[in-house]
């Protein structure tokens, strides 16, 4: 009752006053509220392996940032018929029931030990050059989305990229 009694009106207006701002900063200051981001780069190689004669395979590698995650989930969709409709096949899933090895780097369709494909014996689908994929990663509650292509794009989508002025 004591304590009561000395909080004015004032009082009650600064406490009040200082609770809405901690609020404030730990919604727009800080990630308490906001899935940390997984920022995802790729490179395209080719192998030097050439199977009797074969056109050597093209390697996609995606960098992951920040290094050493341990990986839930990874999809890759075609993106065209993904912007269609959201539930199209992946071309390659993987997700992790236990605890997947730390990872700063990740090769298309290859494995990742404690990872394995979502549906038992489907490994990934050659990717075809022209088309732009999406992949999809996931780590405890970070996530990251990266969109990538092999080769050229077809001639519409370099059109409404081109400089309008030459």
Request: aromatic letters at 10%; one cysteine or more.
């Amino acid at each position: 009752m004591c304590y009561i009694q000395f909080m004015t009106k004032k009082n009650v207006w600064l406490l009040l006053f200082l609770v809405v701002l901690t609020g404030f900063y730990l919604a727009y200051f800080t990630d308490w509220f906001h899935s940390p981001i997984i920022h995802i780069s790729h490179t395209i190689r080719q192998s030097h392996f050439r199977p009797q004669n074969k056109v050597p395979a093209t390697l996609v590698i995606f960098g992951l940032e920040p290094r050493g995650l341990r990986l839930n989930t990874i999809k890759v969709v075609d993106l065209d018929a993904y912007e269609k409709n959201p539930e199209t096949l992946p071309v390659w899933q993987l997700i992790s029931d236990t605890r997947s090895m730390p990872v700063h780097e990740i090769v298309y369709g290859q494995g990742i030990r404690g990872m394995h494909p979502l549906v038992a014996g489907r490994g990934a689908t050659p990717l075809l050059e022209g088309r732009v994929y999406r992949i999809f990663i996931s780590a405890g509650r970070a996530k990251g989305v990266h969109d990538f292509h092999l080769g050229t794009l077809p001639a519409d989508s370099a059109a409404t990229s081109a400089d309008p002025k030459s």
